[in-house]
C-alpha cells in the first residue's frame, strides 16, 4: 500500500472528501417516503395477479365453451351407442337352457366317436422318430435316457 | 453477522414483526447504503430512487435470504445490482446519444445541484468515470469508504487478489489523468 502511495503522488495528496450534498432532513423523511412506495407496492401485486386472470379469462372461457359442447354432443351419442351395444349382445347371447337344449340334440355315439377319434390312423416311421429326436433332443440327453432305462 | 442483525432477519421472516423490524432496517442502513449508490450514480434524485428500489427488493426478497452472507452484505449488493442496471437503462432512455456510460454519468453529475466538491474533486470524479466498471466500483468501496477486500469481495463476488490488482490499476490511472492535465 505505501508503495501504491509512492507511485500515485497526487492522488495520495488529495484530501478524501465527500462531494456529494443531500437536500436538508432527507434521511429523516427517507422512511416514511418509502412507506409510502412500499404501500403502493403491495397493492400493485394483487393487481398484477388480477391481470394476469384477466389476460387468460377469454382463453379459460374458450377451453370451458368447448368442453361444454364436448359434454353436449358426447353425452347422447355415448347413450346411443352403449344402448345398440346392448341390444346386439342380447341377440347373440347363448343361455344355459339353449345350451342343454344343443346338448341333448347330440346321440351318444357321436359324443364318443368324438372323444375316441384321437390319434387313430397317425402312423410315423422309424425314420421320422429319428430325425424329430435329432432335431428336438441334444446327445447328452438321448445318452441319459438310455442310461436311466 | 452480528445479534442485531440476526434478530432482524428473524423480525422479519414474521408476519407480525415485519413492518417493525423493516423500518429498523431502512434507519440502520439507509445513509451507507445511500452513499454507496451515490458514488456510483453521482445525481441526487438517481441515488434516490434506486435506495427506494434496493429497499423494496429487499421487502419483497427477505424469505429468500439464506443468511449464507451477512445482512449488510446482502443489502449491498442488492444496492450495487440496482444502480448497475438504472445506469444501464436510463443510458438506452436517454434522448441525447451517449457514447458511453462516463458521458451519461458525467452529464448526471454536473447536472446535479447537490454536488458540493471543488473543482479538483470534480476532476477526480472524472477521473474515477475514465475506468472501467469493476474498477470504479473497487476504487470508490477502497478509497472513499476504506472497506476491506474481504467485504469488497463478498459484495462483488471477485477473489481478493483480483480486487487488489483492480485497485492498483485504478489508483494509477487517475495518478496519470492528474499528471495530464497538469
Redesign the interface.
Known amino acids: 500500500m505505501d508503495e501504491l502511495k509512492k507511485n500515485t503522488p497526487r492522488l495520495s495528496k488529495l484530501k478524501k472528501e465527500n462531494p456529494f450534498g443531500t437536500p436538508d432532513k432527507y434521511f429523516d423523511d427517507f422512511s416514511a417516503r418509502l412507506k409510502i412506495k412500499l404501500e403502493a407496492e403491495k397493492k400493485i401485486i394483487p393487481i398484477k395477479q388480477n391481470l394476469i386472470i384477466r389476460f387468460l379469462k377469454p382463453a379459460i372461457g374458450i377451453a370451458a365453451s368447448f368442453a361444454i359442447i364436448f359434454l353436449l354432443a358426447n353425452l347422447p351419442i355415448k347413450n346411443f351407442l352403449s344402448q345398440k351395444v346392448a341390444n346386439s349382445s342380447v341377440e347373440t347371447e347363448f343361455s344355459e337352457a339353449d345350451y342343454l337344449r344343443a346338448m341333448e340334440g347330440i346321440d351318444e355315439n357321436s359324443v364318443y366317436s368324438l372323444i375316441e377319434e384321437t390319434d387313430e390312423g397317425i402312423e410315423f416311421s422309424d425314420e421320422d422318430l429319428l430325425s424329430y429326436a435329432s432335431a428336438n433332443t441334444s446327445e447328452y440327453e438321448l445318452f441319459m435316457d438310455l442310461n436311466n432305462n | 453477522m452480528d445479534n442485531d442483525d440476526r434478530g432482524l432477519i428473524a423480525d422479519l421472516k414474521q408476519e407480525n414483526k415485519r413492518d417493525l423490524a423493516f423500518?429498523t432496517l431502512?434507519?440502520k442502513y439507509?445513509?451507507r447504503l445511500?452513499?454507496h449508490i451515490?458514488?456510483i450514480v453521482?445525481s441526487?434524485e438517481d441515488a434516490?430512487d434506486i435506495?427506494?428500489n434496493t429497499?423494496?427488493k429487499v421487502?419483497k426478497n427477505i424469505g429468500n435470504f439464506r443468511e449464507e452472507s451477512s445482512l449488510y452484505t446482502w443489502l449491498y449488493r442488492i444496492a450495487t445490482n440496482e444502480s448497475l442496471t438504472y445506469i444501464n437503462s436510463n443510458k438506452r432512455k436517454s434522448f441525447v446519444q451517449m457514447n458511453d456510460t462516463s458521458e451519461f454519468l458525467m452529464n448526471n453529475l454536473v447536472s446535479d445541484p447537490?454536488?458540493?466538491?471543488?473543482e479538483?474533486?470534480?476532476k477526480?470524479?472524472e477521473a474515477i468515470l475514465q475506468l472501467p466498471e469493476k474498477q470504479r466500483l473497487v476504487f470508490n468501496m477502497k478509497?472513499?469508504d476504506a472497506m476491506k477486500y474481504d467485504e469488497i469481495s463478498e459484495v462483488l463476488g471477485t477473489s481478493v487478489g483480483a480486487l487488489k490488482a483492480s485497485y492498483?490499476h485504478a489508483?494509477?490511472k487517475?495518478?496519470e489523468f492528474?499528471?495530464n492535465i497538469?
Open positions: 423500518n431502512v434507519i439507509q445513509e445511500y452513499w451515490r458514488k453521482l441526487h434516490d435506495l427506494q429497499f423494496i421487502w447537490y454536488f458540493e466538491g471543488d479538483i474533486q470534480l477526480l470524479q478509497y472513499f492498483h489508483s494509477k487517475i495518478e492528474f499528471k497538469d
